[in-house]
């Protein structure tokens, strides 16, 4: 069984660009995570999807990232534009009840 | 609000040597518990986890962890460590009526030979 996927596995992008970061759930997840780790911080929660719907997006840090889930499958994260800050590791993960959740190996964005 | 506290930031450890893990967390009621390990390169892979029952739950690769109310810890610990253990170390907490995770700042283990 496939796990968690994530594209790209990295990326260097300069300020001002828009990255977009793909995320493919294990099959048959209804729920999909992102959650990211800047540089030097804890791993933190951006939001949670049921299915196509955002059940709780309230980690988004600002309106700078959209993230949608298409059909209730793969799930994109974009950054747009893209700031220093935003540099680190995007996690996506899955799961199917909320006690095991799997992730991916991560998007690694670097903004220059 | 739910927290979590890895005390260690780095700890080296001879290979064959045993090893633990310490996690402190901050939750109201019974809280969910895990560990990953991010090896480098990799993404996070879960170790174990806890939710209810005997405290003291086994994982993969050799590891184990206790939970314990009255100290509001959740340790990890391995007898004998391997250089494949070199990685770093989360502790995660979340709950039943939620789905978020709240992560602790991390343990990076470096094994010497």
């Known amino acids: 069984e496939a796990g968690v996927t994530q594209f790209p596995s990295h990326s260097v992008i300069e300020k001002g660009q828009t990255v977009t970061l793909r995320c493919d759930p294990i099959s048959g997840h209804d729920n999909l995570y992102w959650y990211r780790r800047v540089m030097g911080k804890e791993i933190k929660f951006l939001l949670h999807?049921?299915?196509?719907?955002?059940?709780?997006e309230s980690g988004m840090p600002n309106n700078r990232f959209l993230a949608e889930r298409t059909g209730g499958t793969y799930s994109t994260l974009k950054v747009q534009p893209a700031e220093l800050e935003d540099s680190g590791v995007y996690f996506c993960?899955?799961?199917?009840?909320?006690?095991?959740?799997?992730f991916g190996e991560g998007s690694w964005l670097t903004v220059v | 609000a739910q927290s979590v506290t890895q005390p260690d930031i780095h700890i080296t450890v001879s290979e064959g040597a045993s090893l633990e893990l310490r996690c402190n967390y901050s939750y109201g009621a019974t809280p969910y518990l895990f560990w990953y390990v991010q090896s480098p390169g990799q993404g996070l892979q879960l170790l174990l986890k806890y939710f209810s029952g005997d405290t003291l739950v086994q994982g993969i690769k050799g590891f184990e962890a206790e939970f314990k109310r009255s100290q509001s810890s959740f340790n990890l610990r391995k007898p004998s460590v391997h250089w494949s253990d070199a990685a770093e170390y989360f502790c995660?907490?979340?709950?039943?009526?939620?789905?978020?995770?709240?992560f602790g700042a991390g343990t990076t283990v470096t094994v010497r030979a």
């Open positions: 993960a899955s799961s199917q009840v909320s006690n095991t959740i799997y």
């Open positions: 995660a907490v979340g709950s039943p009526n939620d789905y978020k995770l709240s």
């Open positions: 999807f049921v299915k196509e719907s955002k059940q709780d």
